[in-house]
């Protein structure tokens, strides 16, 4: 069974985009933007829900044609572009960059992925992601938390209807304060 993985940069108030959904605040350092192309280097399949994907359809295709683009930013841009996608969404009307479009169930198609074979799985976006967490398909946890409070905005985590117990796997500090924590879902 492939392993669900919800990752993404989080205030430490809790939030992944701050009021307006701005991102302003998750520039991350060289070490931490590493760590997040090595990790997209190595998922199998990535998750997006509409709004997330939008932003990042719109970035990494062309990212390698930015006038100030980095060596690591042409590394991750054609990282993400090699990794198969799959888009949840019944607004967009096609996908392109190695992705493939579900307008339907979202949960049950998430399901149906996981049990499809063995290997990781990234789900993106706070939607797509709170979907999948009432309906218990997590597996993983990983929280890159910025010394920042922004007040409101996108929460990491949806309301619940139940606990979940999870077991920290891994903690790691990044340049410039940023705490990378690891849960697995207990069981």
């Known amino acids: 069974m ?67 683009v980095t060596p690591a930013q042409v590394q991750y841009a054609r990282r993400w572009l090699e990794m198969p996608k799959v888009v949840f969404s019944s607004t967009v009307s096609s996908v392109d960059w190695n992705a493939r479009l579900v307008t339907g169930d979202a949960v049950a198609e998430i399901t149906r992925l996981k049990a499809e074979g063995d290997g990781t799985m990234d789900i993106c976006g706070a939607t797509l992601a709170a979907a999948a967490m009432r309906a218990g398909l997590i597996d993983e946890y990983v929280l890159a938390t910025a010394p920042v409070l922004v007040g409101g905005g996108t929460p990491f985590f949806t309301a619940l209807d139940s606990w979940v117990n999870l077991s920290l796997v891994e903690t790691r500090t990044f340049p410039g304060g940023v705490v990378l924590t690891r849960y697995e879902t207990r069981r």
């Open 2 to 68: 492939r392993k669900l993985t919800f990752a993404m940069n989080v205030s430490l108030d809790g939030y992944i985009a701050a009021p307006g959904d701005d991102l302003g605040w998750t520039v991350p350092c060289d070490e931490l933007f590493q760590w997040w192309s090595d990790r997209v280097g190595t998922t199998d399949l990535a998750l997006y829900g509409r709004k997330l994907w939008d932003g990042m359809s719109a970035h990494w295709p062309t990212a390698e044609q930015q006038p100030d």
